[in-house]
């Protein structure tokens, strides 16, 4: 029901991390990757500051997707809010790179 969830959070006008990470999850989740990756980019648009969660959500989107540039660009994003070692974002970044074929950016990751 990502739709009517979807409703929800427009209804509520100016939209807390909270709000942002349930749709992407959403979205990630009903098979609507590009949808979440949309909603991602609003999210920074509006200068919302997201945590590891939703970050490692569209880093794994980014994997199923094989969209490396994307997820270089997420990796930039993460890097600048301090999360990219984070245990979960680095794992998606692992994922990422290596289902992208980017065998010495997974390795530079990993170590």
Same mark, same amino acid.
């Given at each position: ?29 009903? +098979? ?36 490396? +540039? ?26 990422m ?13 990993f170590?």
């Amino acid at each position: 029901m990502v739709d009517e969830a979807t409703s929800v959070c427009r209804e509520l006008g100016e939209r807390d991390e909270v709000c942002w990470t349930t749709m992407i999850v959403g979205y990630s989740q009903s +098979g609507r990757e590009v949808n979440a990756l949309v909603l991602f980019n609003d999210m920074m648009a509006e200068n919302s500051r997201p945590d590891n969660y939703p970050i490692s959500v569209v880093v794994s989107v980014c994997a199923k997707l094989t969209s490396l +540039g994307i997820g270089k660009v997420v990796h930039g994003k993460a890097f600048r809010i301090g999360i990219e070692c984070d245990l979960l974002v680095s794992t998606a970044f692992i994922d990422m790179y290596n289902r992208c074929g980017e065998i010495l950016d997974t390795w530079s990751v990993f170590v």
